[in-house]
């Protein structure tokens, strides 16, 4: 048996109406075993309808989540998969607090259980998100580019250092790729959809320095496992970013770093009164935490 809730942060009041919520915060309890978890939603990409719409389908399926009995991830994940078959990253955010959970029953980090080799700190890059205003003269950064901005980015003075994280979500858009390329922009990491992921060859894989996996757009840890599995099998490397969250994101992202060649965090994290992965300024310490180590501070739960 579960407990579930959902909260819009920061919170929509008479004083801040107007304010667009950033995050959809996720809590996920196990009762039996009083294990608890978290997951966070990022907002930006969102529009009020799109908000509403998320928040209902919530409302809708507690009850359903709540008499789910507990047992192993993959069939919990499948569980979610015909409960959201219209809300993929509400899949995606119940199946990676899932792991958390059954990660803690066995006392023991996400890590550990999945096998992961074994380190406590790993190197990641900060990432800068690119938008009309940034400031993309700076040498060795990595530039997070929607689809959508490729045109006006490339059109921009930067430097020949300069990585790009171009995330797509059709297909289509790969002609991005070729076109950053002859601009002179080498290193291009690409973010992709589930289906612009299915539809891409070997040749292409190779023409880029690598693939972002993100939990949120391919539904969530359990598929994840197995695609970065096949992934290494292959020699194409992967990495991960996140654009924007918090602690619990920067600590969810992080999780697969022992096997990764690049992890990519935002560089202006939200804060929230939470506690997760520790972020210094080169590197990522994980605390020695059974599941995923996430935990709220004070009664904000």
Do not use: C
Not at 28 to 54: C, G, H, V, W
Not at 194 to 207: G, I, M, P, R, T
Not at 255 to 261: D, E, K, R, T
């Amino acid at each position: 048996m579960f407990v579930t809730d959902y909260k819009l942060w920061p919170e929509v009041s008479e004083a801040n109406k107007q304010t667009k919520p950033k995050l959809l915060l996720l809590y996920l309890r196990a009762l039996k075993f009083q294990a608890q978890s978290y997951m966070e939603i990022p907002l930006s990409d969102y529009n009020d309808q799109d908000i509403q719409a998320l928040t209902q389908e919530l409302d809708k399926k507690r009850n359903t989540i709540s008499g789910y009995a507990m047992n192993e991830p993959e069939r919990f994940w499948h569980f979610l998969h015909h409960l959201f078959d219209k809300h993929s990253v509400l899949l995606a955010a119940f199946d990676i607090m899932g792991w958390d959970i059954w990660s803690q029953l066995y006392k023991t980090s996400y890590q550990k259980l999945i096998r992961l080799p074994e380190r406590k700190v790993y190197p990641y890059h900060s990432l800068q998100v690119f938008d009309n205003e940034s400031n993309i003269t700076q040498t060795d950064t990595y530039q997070y580019v929607d689809a959508q901005q490729v045109e006006y980015f490339i059109n921009q003075e930067h430097s020949e250092n300069t990585s790009v994280l171009l995330a797509l979500s059709e297909i289509d858009e790969w002609q991005f790729v070729e076109k950053l390329k002859t601009k002179g922009i080498s290193s291009i990491w690409i973010e992709p959809s589930l289906a612009v992921l299915s539809e891409l060859n070997d040749d292409q894989f190779k023409s880029i320095e690598g693939v972002l996996f993100n939990p949120l757009k391919l539904e969530g840890f359990t598929p994840l496992i197995e695609k970065l599995m096949d992934f290494r099998k292959r020699n194409i490397p992967v990495g991960v970013a996140l654009k924007e969250g918090s602690v619990i994101g920067q600590t969810v992202y992080a999780q697969f770093a022992p096997v990764l060649q690049k992890v990519f965090l935002t560089n202006k994290p939200y804060s929230l009164p939470a506690t997760g992965i520790e972020v210094e300024e080169d590197r990522l310490i994980f605390k020695q935490a059974p599941g995923l180590g996430l935990a709220f501070v004070g009664d904000f739960w």
